[in-house]
């Protein structure tokens, strides 16, 4: 990911995710799986107080070793998002917002992050998270490019096949081009995500699914199909 991270991470998870945070000089925000501690920094330069934890201890010493100018302003610990006790050592109603980019697929278990988050969160407070779209990038997604002669001009188009969706599972697959070995991931239909937000006491109050432009050339025309969803679910008053 390095300083600037990928392009995937500026052009659609960055922008948005800063959309719904709405950050506010001198906040108090939770970066959660923070990874080198790009977005941590991000938040930082914005006016932001960080804490930023990743259950990679390898992680974590990265991200501080990136991070030296801004020993006042982010605070990173080593901390498992399953762990529900560990969690809620971060502080009882600290934080104004949580933010976690790209992560809740690679956890087996939310919902110990989901429940500590409804306490960790002041009253109103937010968390932004983003994910792989569960509807467009299930386990056993085809990708399909075609091409069709309209009016003499050969047309290409890519489109995704996909045979299944409901059912959660685990599977293994490659999160960034050029990745050696493959991680888990688990693949949750949206209803999964949202049930247990609102059952922790959370409203659904902002959804984003953001791609790429049009005129610029990718690899695949992720373009009216999203490869995100991103989402905002607000705390309600305790």
Known sequence: MGDESNRFHRELIRPYTEKLLRIKEGQTILDIACGNGNFSRRLADLGANVVAFDYSSK?????????????????????????????????????DHAVANMALMDIADITPLIASLHKLLKPNGTFVFSITHPCFQPPGLRTINESEDINSKLVSRNS???????????????????????HYMFHRPLSYYTNEFFKSGFVLDSVEEPSFKKEEKNEFDWYEIPPVIIFRFRKLSD
């Open 160 to 182: 995704i096949q996909i045979s299944k969706y409901l059912t959660s599972e685990p599977y293994e697959a490659i999160g960034i081009k050029g990745q050696k070995t493959p």
């Open 59 to 95: 992680m974590v010493e990265r991200a501080k070793k990136r991070s030296n100018d801004y020993n006042q302003q982010i605070s990173y610990k080593v901390i498992d998002a399953a762990n529900y006790e560990g969690l809620l050592q971060l502080g009882n109603g600290k934080f």
